[in-house]
């Protein structure tokens, strides 16, 4: 039970990770092509 945990709280945490830098890849092109300049 407690590996299942631990494998379900770390496939979470790399899909937030994942998610982030996703958000931050798309934050800097995309932002940019609408006009919408990012904030720091």
Known sequence: MFVIVVSFSLLLFLALAGADLLVENINSDE????????KS
Do not use: A
């Open 31 to 38: 932002l940019n092509n609408m006009g919408v300049e990012k």
